[in-house]
């Protein structure tokens, strides 16, 4: 028999329960409220320093803790009077302003208004202390006085103007019937110098064309052919001699252009591009000889020439002493593999000033020879490497510093080279622009033209940081993020995430989070925004555009990063390497939220009157192993690479809804 609880019992034990949640609640509610007082310290150190230092200003004494720099032609007189006259009678107010242009971006920025004039500003720092609910304890640091009207400064008189020098007389050109002259002599002269080259003539027909004495001459008398194989007839196609300019002392510049074309019965035609400049005199007797002769672009020309084209050598790459055709094919799909220290003879029948080296993986620091320099190249983390020569090489040997593979070596002579070569720089310092692409290709399906708007047309300074790499499911994917980079006008090398790649598009957010683990990809954004301090972040949906986990947890990621990139307790050695820093502006693709809608069908000057959409698409066909399976988009949900959503600002509002920098000011750019 189970026996009964006294009435009296059940009282007190209900009292004594009220009362215990009475205590839980106070608590909570007092631990809150301090919590919430704790977290709104700087609001009441911002009052204090206002309290004490505007409320009843004394200019005197602030002119003296700002260390006011007086202008010149400007008393201290002056400045007291102006000081006083613009707030007399004004009700003086502060405001809180952003602090991410700050010198030190973990500042809290206040400026004091007198009506509409700017009077001054005070910041507060860090005092690297916090409450004990973890909020940072601000103090004061500076304050500043804003004067905009300076008074002018007294003019110098003007120096009295330096006589004008007598122009120098400038050479005549040549008549049309000596242009003529020396264009079939130029021409005839190259040519033969050329079947010289390829022990198709005798130094005796090549030698009376040169100048006796000039280095072309003993260039010539010393040369010997390294090209040798027999070759059925040759001809030369597109034969131009231009762009004449008088030298002075009857000496005359031009440039000869022709292809130069050998045949073989059962074999393919070898065509060389020759470009050169040619400078003639006469001599005792009144004859044109050639004394100078040299590639375009290969030094400082005689003849002033804006936009000579570099030629691609036909390279032969010597692996001991045997030509490997696979680093000369142009095709990144073929490479070859080596143990390290191994050394590689480049060669050409021509000279070349600029070599073009894709490297299979990232590579480790080795060795470039030539002409009695050494280079060290290859330890700065890029696939695509160029290296250009102060001077023109027939040879230079290549000493690889560990094992590793290449895919392709090319070579060019002086002179601009083509569009697709790419000449790197490292990543930037400061970004005006971070773009956060999950996987090689989204950074053109997902955000359409605003690398080819920003980057090449409005040349900021913008840099992309992907989430994962590609290492595990095809390296080929990083040559074509490399080649779409390019092609849209980026040319800060990006930075290839730790996480590897190799998501199907169903797996869930939380597929991604067991492989990458959501707090190390949090920390990995904070740690580049801190790094690059960019006015301006973009990055995915949150919903993983068309639910791909892996872009989810990204955008997610981001928007937990960007309140942690300001934190200074949370992922201290990012801290201790690059400070923290508050993001003005952060857009998400196809967030709802403020959304802006770009025009990406706007002709762009950089790009000769493309569109940033035709640029883009231009982008991705570079990505050939994806192309056949996705598309760029300007319509429809997540297909939209048009839509963002404004997610954070620091800066106001967006109006204009036409401009991701609309109200970044244009002095905080680093790229223009």
């Not at 707030?87 to 920025?109: H, I, P, Q, W």
């Not at 032969?316 to 191994?342: C, I």
């Not at 895919?407 to 601009?416: H, K, N, Q, R, T």
Request: proline share 6%.
């Amino acid at each position: 028999m189970i026996k009964k609880i006294p009435l009296y019992w059940k009282i007190v034990a209900a009292v004594l329960l009220l009362i215990t949640a009475v205590i839980v609640v106070a608590n909570v509610y007092i631990t809150e409220r301090l919590a919430e007082y704790e977290a709104a310290q700087p609001k009441y150190a911002a009052e204090q320093m206002f309290e004490s230092r505007f409320k009843a200003p004394d200019f005197d004494a602030l002119i003296d803790e700002s260390n006011y720099e007086l202008a010149e032609g400007e008393s201290r007189e002056n400045a007291l009077s102006y000081f006083k006259a613009v707030s007399a009678g004004k009700e003086l107010v502060y405001t809180k302003v952003t602090s991410a242009f700050e010198a030190r971006s973990d500042a809290l920025t206040y400026v004091v208004k007198a009506g509409s004039v700017n009077l001054a500003k005070f910041t507060l720092v860090p005092s690297g202390k916090t409450t004990g609910h973890g909020s940072v304890i601000y103090v004061p640091d500076s304050v500043t006085l804003i004067r905009r009207e300076r008074p002018e400064p007294t003019p110098e008189p003007a120096p009295s103007p330096e006589p004008t020098p007598e122009p120098e007389p400038t050479p005549e050109p040549p008549s049309d019937e000596l242009m003529a002259e020396l264009s079939r002599f130029a021409l005839k002269a190259t040519q033969t110098y050329s079947l010289r080259s390829r022990n198709k003539a005798t130094d005796g027909e090549t030698l009376p064309y040169y100048e006796p004495g000039s280095d072309i001459y003993k260039r010539i008398d010393a040369l010997t052919s390294g090209y040798t194989q027999p070759y059925d007839s040759y001809s030369f196609e597109n034969e131009e001699v231009s762009e004449f300019q008088a030298l002075g002392d009857s000496s005359y510049a031009c440039r000869v252009t022709y292809a130069y074309r050998m045949r073989a019965y059962g074999a393919e035609d070898f065509v060389e591009q020759v470009d050169l400049v040619v400078s003639l005199r006469p001599n005792a007797n009144g004859k044109y000889l050639i004394y100078d002769q040299f590639v375009t672009g290969a030094r400082e020309p005689a003849l002033a020439q804006s936009n000579v084209k570099a030629v691609q050598r036909k390279a032969s790459v010597l692996v001991n002493g045997n030509n490997d055709g696979k680093l000369s094919d142009g095709s990144y799909t073929t490479l070859s593999l080596f143990g390290g220290g191994e050394t590689l003879l480049l060669k050409s029948a021509d000279s070349f000033k600029s070599v073009y080296i894709i490297w299979h993986e990232v590579a480790a620091s080795s060795a470039l020879s030539f002409g009695g320099e050494t280079l060290e190249i290859g330890g700065n983390g890029f696939l695509h490497e160029l290296i250009t020569f102060d001077e023109p090489a027939d040879s230079a040997e290549l000493t690889l510093g560990s094992g590793g593979g290449l895919c392709d070596i090319y070579l060019f002579s002086a002179g601009e080279l083509p569009d697709w070569v790419q000449s790197w720089q490292p990543p930037l310092e400061k970004a005006d622009l971070l773009v956060l692409p999950t996987h090689a290709d989204d950074e053109h399906i997902m955000f359409g033209g605003i690398l080819p708007t920003y980057a090449g047309e409005r040349g900021l300074a913008v840099q992309v940081v992907y989430l994962t790499n590609h290492d595990k499911i095809g390296v080929h994917r990083n040559h074509e993020l490399l080649d779409g980079l390019w092609t849209v006008g980026v040319t800060a090398y990006p930075v290839i995430g730790p996480f590897p790649d190799g998501f199907d598009t169903k797996d869930t957010m939380e597929d991604a989070e067991n492989v990458f683990g959501h707090e190390n990809v949090v920390e990995y954004l904070a740690e580049n925004l801190r790094r690059f301090k960019p006015s301006v972040v973009v990055g995915h949906d949150l919903n993983g555009e068309y639910g791909h986990g892996a872009h989810q947890l990204n955008a997610v990621a981001l928007t937990e990063a960007l309140k942690i990139s300001v934190s200074t307790v949370r992922f201290p050695q990012s801290i201790q390497k690059y400070g923290v820093w508050s993001v003005p502006k952060a857009y998400l693709h196809v967030y709802p939220e403020n959304e802006i809608v770009m025009d990406w069908d706007i002709p762009l000057e950089h790009f000769n009157g493309k569109t940033a959409f035709q640029m883009t698409n231009l982008g991705f066909d570079k990505h050939v192993s994806q192309r056949k399976d996705w598309t760029i988009m300007q319509k429809g949900t997540w297909q939209d690479c048009r839509k963002f959503g404004l997610y954070r600002s620091m800066v106001g509002p967006d109006i204009e809804k036409n401009d991701l920098f609309e109200n970044i000011p244009l002095e905080t750019f680093s790229g223009i």
